[in-house]
């Protein structure tokens, strides 16, 4: 059993800034790439940003430059800080991690999300 939990959301004005947390926990043996993705009402589940195991990082069009995406790997937890916030960054965001288990099965794990809210 493993599990996703995410942190940090809420409403914030535009320029503004957020930190999110998603720690994973459970039986595990290691975490390959983490990453978040989010979806805006309506719309679909899209990628924000990733980060493998080594910190390699790649980040969506539309968030480089005002996205960070890092990871503890001791605390198998991957953050996410948010600068510069804009109304269109709205969203719930969800914590992607890809697990080796301790019985050595590969996992493709989802938190249920925060929602984060940017007012103009």
């Known amino acids: 059993q493993v599990q996703l939990v995410e942190s940090g959301g809420g409403l914030v004005q535009a320029g503004g800034s957020l930190r999110l947390s998603c720690a994973a926990s459970?039986?595990?043996?290691?975490?390959?790439?983490m990453g978040w993705y989010h979806q805006g009402p309506g719309a679909q589940r899209e990628l924000v940003a990733v980060?493998?195991?080594?910190?390699?990082?790649n980040y969506a069009d539309s968030v480089k430059g005002r996205f960070t995406i890092s990871r503890d790997n001791a605390k198998n937890t991957v953050y996410l800080q948010m600068d510069n916030l804009k109304p269109e960054d709205t969203a719930v965001y969800y914590c992607n991690a890809q697990i080796i288990t301790r019985g050595g099965y590969g996992m493709d794990s989802w938190g249920k999300g925060t929602l984060v809210t940017v007012s103009s």
């Open positions: 980060i493998t195991r080594g910190s390699s990082t």
């Open positions: 459970g039986s595990i043996f290691s975490i390959n790439a």
